[in-house]
């Protein structure tokens, strides 16, 4: 009888550490990815995302000041700083970037070819939800950039959110 208590004792806590255990991973899976240049370090920007995302954890890692979408891709594809476990283990993607190169004077073609590698890259390490942020500006040159970020996001069969 006395064995059939202890075992019976053992499984129950088994199933407790297995579900607290479970309940623990799942929620540090929770996490939101922002990856792009520093726009969306900018709090309005950042409480637009969050309000149309909420309950994930926030990860900012990979939001750099000034970088291009060249460097970013180079960064993506030659894993620096472990990019690539922190993208595949992200629950929800979000991509914001060019507004500082373009406003620099970048080529747009060049922008928009290395933010399609850069969408690819991203799709190929993780396939869960991945976000394309708009330019937050009613300029008409970037009125254009947003209306070819819209069509990328539908050919790569991602979200696309306007952000003002």
Same mark, same amino acid.
């Given at each position: 009888?006395?064995?059939?208590? !202890?075992?019976? +004792? +053992?499984?129950? +806590?088994? @199933?407790?550490?297995?579900? *607290?255990?479970? /309940?623990?991973?799942?929620?540090?899976?929770?996490?939101? /990815? @922002?990856?792009?240049?520093?726009?969306?370090?900018?709090?309005?920007?950042?409480?637009?995302?969050?309000?149309?995302?909420?309950?994930?954890?926030?990860? !900012?890692? %990979?939001?750099?000041?000034?970088? $291009?979408?060249?460097?970013? %891709?180079?960064?993506?594809?030659?894993?620096?700083?472990?990019?690539?476990?922190?993208?595949?283990?992200? =629950?929800?993607?979000? /991509?914001?970037?060019?507004?500082?190169?373009?406003?620099?004077? #970048?080529?747009?073609?060049?922008?928009?070819?290395?933010?399609?590698?850069?969408?690819?890259? *991203?799709?190929?390490?993780?396939?869960?939800?991945?976000?394309?942020?708009?330019?937050?500006?009613?300029?008409? =040159? %970037?009125?254009?950039?947003? $209306?070819?970020? =819209?069509?990328? #996001?539908?050919?790569?069969?991602?979200?696309?959110? $306007?952000?003002?």
């Amino acid at each position: 009888m006395k064995r059939k208590y !202890k075992l019976l +004792i +053992i499984i129950t +806590i088994g @199933f407790i550490l297995s579900l *607290l255990l479970y /309940l623990r991973l799942n929620k540090q899976n929770n996490t939101l /990815l @922002f990856v792009g240049d520093s726009l969306l370090n900018n709090k309005t920007y950042e409480s637009g995302v969050l309000n149309i995302l909420p309950n994930y954890t926030l990860n !900012k890692e %990979y939001l750099i000041g000034n970088i $291009t979408t060249s460097e970013m %891709y180079n960064l993506i594809n030659k894993n620096i700083s472990s990019i690539q476990k922190d993208i595949h283990e992200a =629950k929800v993607l979000v /991509l914001s970037i060019g507004y500082q190169e373009l406003q620099s004077g #970048a080529n747009i073609r060049m922008y928009l070819y290395y933010l399609e590698k850069i969408i690819v890259k *991203l799709k190929e390490l993780n396939n869960n939800q991945i976000y394309l942020i708009s330019m937050p500006t009613s300029e008409i =040159k %970037y009125q254009d950039i947003n $209306t070819w970020l =819209k069509n990328i #996001a539908l050919k790569y069969n991602i979200e696309y959110l $306007t952000i003002s």
